[in-house]
């Protein structure tokens, strides 16, 4: 019989990416305690946005395994983490017109 689970190898890897991107998204926000607060750069906004893209799908794909389910499935899933990344960029891009106005 053959498994379609992740194998370990695998399991490990996606961790590692996942903290590699947790550290990239956290340095482009600007998270030190020496900064004082201030509007995040577009660039910045962006990189954010798309590391957290690429983590969430990693995450569907390997830890919930939706890379071996049906097409509806993956599509829902994805679809609904587009969309949600989608209404944070908008509210990201109204608060910052708003700033800049």
């Keep these: 019989m053959r498994t379609t689970l992740p194998s370990s190898r695998r399991l490990v890897l996606t961790w590692a990416t996942l903290m590699g991107l947790t550290l990239i998204s956290m340095i482009s ?55 949600i990344l989608g209404v944070i960029l908008s509210g990201y891009l109204a608060a910052r017109h708003q700033l800049l106005g």
Excluded: C, I
């Design 29 to 83: 926000a600007r998270l030190d305690a020496d900064a004082e607060w201030q509007a995040l750069p577009l660039w910045g906004a962006l990189l954010v946005l798309v590391s957290t893209g690429f983590k969430a799908h990693q995450v569907l794909m390997t830890y919930l395994n939706l890379r071996v389910s049906s097409p509806g499935w993956k599509g829902a899933f994805l679809g609904l983490a587009l969309v």
